[in-house]
T-cell receptor, first 113, second 112 residues
Framework: AQSVTQLGSHVSVSEGALVLLRCNYSSSVPPYLFWYVQYPNQGLQLLLKYTTGATLVKGINGFEAEFKKSETSFHLTKPSAHMSDAAEYFCAVSVGATNKLIFGTGTLLAVQP | IAGITQAPTSQILAAGRRMTLRCTQDMRHNAMYWYRQDLGLGLRLIHYSNTAGTTGKGEVPDGYSVSRANTDDFPLTLASAVPSQTSVYFC???????????FGDGTRLSIL
Protein backbone atom coordinates (compact mmCIF):
# COMPACT_ATOMS: atom_id res chain seq x y z
CA ALA A 1 0.00 0.00 0.00
CA GLN A 2 1.12 3.52 -0.69
CA SER A 3 1.60 6.06 2.05
CA VAL A 4 3.09 9.49 2.64
CA THR A 5 4.78 10.78 5.78
CA GLN A 6 5.41 14.45 6.36
CA LEU A 7 7.89 15.05 9.16
CA GLY A 8 6.94 18.03 11.26
CA SER A 9 3.37 19.22 11.46
CA HIS A 10 4.60 22.75 12.17
CA VAL A 11 7.70 24.45 10.78
CA SER A 12 8.72 28.01 11.56
CA VAL A 13 11.37 29.97 9.65
CA SER A 14 12.51 33.57 9.51
CA GLU A 15 11.82 35.65 6.45
CA GLY A 16 14.73 35.16 4.05
CA ALA A 17 15.74 31.80 5.52
CA LEU A 18 15.77 28.45 3.76
CA VAL A 19 12.51 26.52 3.73
CA LEU A 20 12.75 22.72 3.97
CA LEU A 21 9.59 20.64 4.26
CA ARG A 22 10.13 16.90 4.46
CA CYS A 23 8.16 14.19 2.70
CA ASN A 24 8.83 10.47 2.56
CA TYR A 25 6.69 8.04 0.62
CA SER A 26 6.12 4.35 0.50
CA SER A 27 5.33 2.72 -2.82
CA SER A 28 5.99 -0.64 -4.42
CA VAL A 29 5.94 0.85 -7.92
CA PRO A 30 7.33 4.10 -9.35
CA PRO A 31 5.28 6.88 -7.85
CA TYR A 32 3.94 10.14 -9.12
CA LEU A 33 4.60 12.77 -6.45
CA PHE A 34 2.99 16.13 -5.84
CA TRP A 35 3.25 19.08 -3.49
CA TYR A 36 0.18 21.21 -2.87
CA VAL A 37 -0.22 24.44 -0.89
CA GLN A 38 -3.35 25.49 0.97
CA TYR A 39 -3.97 29.06 2.09
CA PRO A 40 -6.58 29.73 4.78
CA ASN A 41 -10.15 29.03 3.73
CA GLN A 42 -9.10 27.95 0.26
CA GLY A 43 -8.67 24.74 -1.65
CA LEU A 44 -5.36 23.15 -2.52
CA GLN A 45 -3.16 24.54 -5.29
CA LEU A 46 -0.54 22.53 -7.11
CA LEU A 47 3.02 23.66 -6.40
CA LEU A 48 4.89 21.06 -8.42
CA LYS A 49 4.83 17.46 -9.56
CA TYR A 50 7.22 14.64 -10.35
CA THR A 51 6.22 11.99 -12.84
CA THR A 52 9.27 10.75 -14.72
CA GLY A 53 12.54 12.19 -15.98
CA ALA A 54 14.51 14.89 -14.19
CA THR A 55 14.53 14.29 -10.47
CA LEU A 56 14.80 17.97 -9.55
CA VAL A 57 11.45 19.58 -10.16
CA LYS A 58 10.82 23.31 -10.13
CA GLY A 59 7.43 24.68 -9.24
CA ILE A 60 5.66 27.95 -8.72
CA ASN A 61 6.62 30.68 -6.26
CA GLY A 62 10.30 29.64 -6.25
CA PHE A 63 9.74 26.20 -4.74
CA GLU A 64 11.49 23.06 -5.90
CA ALA A 65 11.65 19.43 -4.84
CA GLU A 66 14.01 16.57 -5.52
CA PHE A 67 12.90 12.99 -6.01
CA LYS A 68 15.38 10.64 -4.32
CA LYS A 69 14.45 7.05 -4.96
CA SER A 70 17.16 5.64 -2.70
CA GLU A 71 15.79 7.67 0.22
CA THR A 72 12.12 7.43 -0.83
CA SER A 73 11.96 11.17 -0.31
CA PHE A 74 10.51 14.19 -2.07
CA HIS A 75 11.45 17.14 0.13
CA LEU A 76 10.25 20.63 -0.74
CA THR A 77 12.67 23.55 -0.58
CA LYS A 78 12.81 27.28 -1.21
CA PRO A 79 16.05 29.24 -0.80
CA SER A 80 14.51 32.31 0.78
CA ALA A 81 11.19 32.39 2.62
CA HIS A 82 8.71 35.17 2.08
CA MET A 83 5.89 36.16 4.37
CA SER A 84 3.42 35.14 1.68
CA ASP A 85 4.70 31.54 1.89
CA ALA A 86 2.92 31.05 5.20
CA ALA A 87 0.40 28.29 4.49
CA GLU A 88 -0.14 24.57 4.89
CA TYR A 89 1.74 22.28 2.55
CA PHE A 90 0.70 18.78 1.56
CA CYS A 91 2.75 16.07 -0.08
CA ALA A 92 0.84 13.46 -2.09
CA VAL A 93 1.53 10.27 -4.01
CA SER A 94 -0.38 8.79 -6.92
CA VAL A 95 0.42 5.31 -8.04
CA GLY A 96 0.21 3.27 -11.17
CA ALA A 97 -3.09 2.64 -12.85
CA THR A 98 -5.12 4.41 -10.23
CA ASN A 99 -5.65 8.13 -10.07
CA LYS A 100 -6.14 8.26 -6.34
CA LEU A 101 -3.98 10.68 -4.42
CA ILE A 102 -2.73 9.67 -1.00
CA PHE A 103 -2.02 12.79 1.05
CA GLY A 104 0.30 13.36 3.94
CA THR A 105 -1.11 15.00 7.05
CA GLY A 106 0.31 18.39 6.10
CA THR A 107 2.95 20.80 7.39
CA LEU A 108 1.95 24.25 8.55
CA LEU A 109 4.66 26.75 7.61
CA ALA A 110 4.98 29.93 9.64
CA VAL A 111 7.26 32.73 8.44
CA GLN A 112 8.52 35.13 11.10
CA PRO A 113 9.47 38.70 10.21
CA ILE B 1 -12.35 31.85 -14.83
CA ALA B 2 -12.32 28.11 -15.41
CA GLY B 3 -12.35 25.92 -12.37
CA ILE B 4 -14.41 24.07 -9.80
CA THR B 5 -17.43 25.50 -8.07
CA GLN B 6 -18.65 24.02 -4.80
CA ALA B 7 -21.91 24.86 -3.06
CA PRO B 8 -22.78 25.68 -0.41
CA THR B 9 -19.64 27.26 1.05
CA SER B 10 -20.79 26.34 4.52
CA GLN B 11 -23.74 24.62 6.16
CA ILE B 12 -24.96 23.72 9.62
CA LEU B 13 -27.11 20.61 9.58
CA ALA B 14 -29.09 18.67 12.14
CA ALA B 15 -28.11 15.04 12.61
CA GLY B 16 -30.28 12.66 10.63
CA ARG B 17 -30.94 15.12 7.81
CA ARG B 18 -30.09 14.44 4.19
CA MET B 19 -27.63 16.79 2.50
CA THR B 20 -26.19 17.07 -0.99
CA LEU B 21 -22.98 18.95 -1.64
CA ARG B 22 -22.70 20.23 -5.16
CA CYS B 23 -19.62 20.29 -7.35
CA THR B 24 -19.35 21.56 -10.91
CA GLN B 25 -16.29 21.86 -13.12
CA ASP B 26 -15.98 23.62 -16.46
CA MET B 27 -12.63 22.22 -17.56
CA ARG B 28 -14.10 19.09 -19.19
CA HIS B 29 -11.93 16.94 -16.95
CA ASN B 30 -12.59 13.22 -17.05
CA ALA B 31 -11.89 12.44 -13.41
CA MET B 32 -13.49 13.94 -10.30
CA TYR B 33 -13.01 13.35 -6.60
CA TRP B 34 -14.44 14.11 -3.19
CA TYR B 35 -12.20 14.49 -0.14
CA ARG B 36 -12.79 15.36 3.46
CA GLN B 37 -10.20 17.32 5.40
CA ASP B 38 -9.90 16.89 9.14
CA LEU B 39 -7.33 18.39 11.48
CA GLY B 40 -4.30 16.15 11.82
CA LEU B 41 -5.53 13.68 9.21
CA GLY B 42 -4.88 15.56 5.99
CA LEU B 43 -7.24 14.88 3.08
CA ARG B 44 -8.92 11.53 2.72
CA LEU B 45 -10.61 10.34 -0.45
CA ILE B 46 -14.32 9.60 -0.09
CA HIS B 47 -15.39 8.71 -3.63
CA TYR B 48 -14.06 9.25 -7.10
CA SER B 49 -15.15 9.01 -10.72
CA ASN B 50 -12.77 8.25 -13.57
CA THR B 51 -15.29 9.26 -16.22
CA ALA B 52 -18.95 10.13 -16.57
CA GLY B 53 -21.15 7.19 -15.68
CA THR B 54 -18.63 5.50 -13.37
CA THR B 55 -17.83 5.92 -9.69
CA GLY B 56 -15.60 4.24 -7.15
CA LYS B 57 -15.03 4.10 -3.42
CA GLY B 58 -12.15 5.85 -1.78
CA GLU B 59 -10.64 5.50 1.65
CA VAL B 60 -13.65 6.63 3.71
CA PRO B 61 -16.83 6.00 1.68
CA ASP B 62 -19.25 4.91 4.42
CA GLY B 63 -22.23 7.22 4.86
CA TYR B 64 -21.67 8.95 1.52
CA SER B 65 -22.88 8.38 -2.02
CA VAL B 66 -22.06 10.03 -5.35
CA SER B 67 -23.32 10.06 -8.89
CA ARG B 68 -21.77 11.15 -12.18
CA ALA B 69 -24.53 11.66 -14.69
CA ASN B 70 -22.42 13.97 -16.87
CA THR B 71 -18.85 15.23 -17.18
CA ASP B 72 -19.34 18.48 -15.29
CA ASP B 73 -21.25 17.56 -12.13
CA PHE B 74 -20.30 15.30 -9.23
CA PRO B 75 -22.65 15.71 -6.25
CA LEU B 76 -21.91 14.13 -2.87
CA THR B 77 -24.86 13.02 -0.74
CA LEU B 78 -25.03 12.33 2.97
CA ALA B 79 -28.17 10.22 3.32
CA SER B 80 -28.48 10.66 7.09
CA ALA B 81 -25.89 13.00 8.53
CA VAL B 82 -24.00 12.14 11.73
CA PRO B 83 -21.77 14.40 13.85
CA SER B 84 -18.62 12.52 12.76
CA GLN B 85 -19.25 13.83 9.26
CA THR B 86 -18.49 17.35 10.46
CA SER B 87 -15.58 18.33 8.22
CA VAL B 88 -14.43 20.45 5.31
CA TYR B 89 -15.27 18.79 2.02
CA PHE B 90 -13.25 19.40 -1.14
CA CYS B 91 -14.16 18.48 -4.67
CA UNK B 92 -11.36 18.07 -7.21
CA UNK B 93 -10.93 17.15 -10.84
CA UNK B 94 -8.13 16.06 -13.13
CA UNK B 95 -7.81 15.72 -16.87
CA UNK B 96 -6.88 12.10 -16.53
CA UNK B 97 -5.38 9.72 -14.03
CA UNK B 98 -2.05 10.70 -12.56
CA UNK B 99 -2.55 14.26 -13.74
CA UNK B 100 -2.57 17.07 -11.17
CA UNK B 101 -5.87 17.58 -9.43
CA UNK B 102 -7.58 20.96 -9.30
CA PHE B 103 -9.50 21.75 -6.15
CA GLY B 104 -12.56 23.78 -5.30
CA ASP B 105 -12.63 26.11 -2.31
CA GLY B 106 -14.44 23.62 -0.10
CA THR B 107 -17.67 23.25 1.82
CA ARG B 108 -17.50 23.60 5.59
CA LEU B 109 -20.13 21.27 7.04
CA SER B 110 -21.13 21.09 10.69
CA ILE B 111 -23.47 18.35 11.90
CA LEU B 112 -25.15 19.03 15.22
Amino acid sequence: AQSVTQLGSHVSVSEGALVLLRCNYSSSVPPYLFWYVQYPNQGLQLLLKYTTGATLVKGINGFEAEFKKSETSFHLTKPSAHMSDAAEYFCAVSVGATNKLIFGTGTLLAVQP
Amino acid sequence: IAGITQAPTSQILAAGRRMTLRCTQDMRHNAMYWYRQDLGLGLRLIHYSNTAGTTGKGEVPDGYSVSRANTDDFPLTLASAVPSQTSVYFCASSEDRNQPQHFGDGTRLSIL
